[in-house]
């Protein structure tokens, strides 16, 4: 693709990319090129859970970091995206409240549905799944 473009001479252009073609690799390679672009990239991919861990809880629920409009809330900050990279980039960091409030709520009801098989269960030897061993090491 990136071939391409250049073939056809194409020199102020930038890239929405999918999340597969993000790697190492491929940035390097969008760089080489000079072509800017941007990822939407889901919170804890390798490259950016790092980033995103470091930044929890400066921004989630703060009024200045509004995306009026948008329902969540952003901050962006400057960084690099993996340790040998050569340029700092930005970085556009989201959190939806409402998506978070829904997956909570999904949450305490398998936790309430897991407490239910389990005291139907009580007084008796039986062995649970590895979903309940990971779920109550967690607790």
């Known amino acids: 693709m990136l071939n391409k473009a250049q073939g056809y001479g194409y020199k102020k252009v930038g890239f929405i990319l999918e999340r597969g073609y993000f790697s190492k690799q491929n940035i390097e390679h969008m760089d080489k090129c000079g072509y800017s672009f941007i990822i939407m990239v889901k919170g804890m991919e390798d490259l950016v859970s790092e980033l995103i861990l470091s930044n929890k809880g400066s921004f989630e629920n703060k009024r200045n970091c509004d995306m009026d409009g948008f329902g969540v809330y952003g901050k962006t900050v400057k960084g690099r995206l993996y340790e040998a990279d050569k340029k700092e980039r930005y ?8 998506k978070e409030a829904s997956e909570r709520i999904r949450f305490e009801d398998k936790l309430k ?19 309940y061993k990971k779920l109550l090491s967690a607790l």
């Not at 970085?91 to 409402?98: C, K, L, N, Q, V």
């Not at 549905?113 to 979903?131: L, S």
């Open 91 to 98: 970085f556009y960091i989201y959190h939806s409240i409402s």
């Open 113 to 131: 549905n897991m407490k239910i098989y389990m005291m139907n269960h009580r007084d008796e030897e039986f062995t649970f799944g590895p979903m």
